[in-house]
């Protein structure tokens, strides 16, 4: 059975109204709620999963925080990344342990934990960002959140530059207008390479998807996720009042050789006729 220990992030969920904070304990600290005080030291040492109650009598729910907790609690300059996008995010761009992903724009860096948490711990994460204010609030909401040591490196760079990195396994390109970076993508990806970006207006759809595909890729995909929550409640299961709906829209690709592709179908229709020539000399 696991414990919680000193040190250790803790999500402390009201039961009664479902507000939740997320907290470091530390032996003898206290987190203050507008239902009580909760001492750190009443979790501490004791499984996750329990209830522990304020002075006032309010039950706390103790857990051990998601993924999905650690991004939604992280400090925000910039534009939020929504658990659902984040999650099929990592799938298209094939986030693993051992993986070299990049990403441009670092933001208040909820999607670098997420790819650093997928994969960690033979894996990097290699993060570029042009504001030194973004990339420094990134760093403290990486470290607030337990980031696995050694995955994530920050570099501060305009990246019409370009990037350091070679064969990169993934790439995820987080800025206003991705079509002008389309090409210093492009150099860093290793062969059949994964590209992902996310934009939040359709004007910027189009122009993303030109400059893909004047570059080098291929299976270009437009998506958006909408996600319905319901009550779950057994007595009156039914769909929530609110639903997570547009966030933006999501642009994968990969990266390929268009030559050999434009060759293969270029020869396509000769090897047909050669086929069925040779069937009819069989005959």
């Not at 750190?40 to 103790?62: C, E, N, Y």
């Not at 051992?98 to 990403?103: Q, T, V």
């Not at 390929?256 to 020869?267: F, L, M, P, V």
């Amino acid at each position: 059975m696991i414990h919680a220990q000193d040190g250790d992030l803790a999500l402390f969920v009201n039961l009664r109204d479902d507000k939740r904070y997320l907290v470091r304990l530390k032996t003898g600290g206290q987190q203050h709620t507008h239902r009580g005080i909760i001492p750190h030291d009443a979790v501490i040492g004791r499984p996750w999963g329990r209830i522990v109650k304020t002075q006032m009598g309010t039950s706390f729910l103790v857990l051990e925080p998601s993924t999905a907790d650690l991004v939604h609690h992280i400090k925000r300059t910039t534009q939020i990344l929504f658990p659902k996008d984040v999650g099929y995010i990592l799938m298209k761009l094939s986030v693993r342990p051992g993986r070299l992903i990049l990403e441009a724009g670092t933001g208040s860096g909820g999607m670098t934990l997420a790819m650093a948490l997928a994969t960690a711990p033979l894996g990097r994460v290699v993060t570029y960002e042009v504001r030194p204010d973004f990339q420094a609030l990134a760093r403290q909401n990486l470290e607030r959140a337990n980031a696995p040591p050694g995955v994530i490196e920050f570099k501060l760079r305009d990246i019409a530059q370009g990037f350091d990195e070679t064969d990169a396994d993934a790439f995820f390109l987080d800025v206003a207008e991705p079509w002008n970076f389309i090409p210093q993508v492009a150099a860093t990806l290793r062969g059949g390479g994964f590209f992902a970006t996310l934009i939040a207006t359709m004007n910027q759809v189009i122009p993303t998807v030109q400059a893909l595909e004047r570059g080098p890729f291929g299976l270009i995909e437009v998506e958006e996720l909408l996600l319905r929550p319901y009550k779950a409640v057994s007595s009156r299961v039914r769909p929530a009042d609110r639903m997570v709906a547009h966030t933006g829209y999501l642009i994968f690709a990969r990266k390929i050789d268009k030559t050999q592709i434009e060759t293969a179908r270029d020869t396509y229709p000769e090897d047909i006729a050669a086929e069925c020539a040779a069937d009819k000399e069989e005959k």
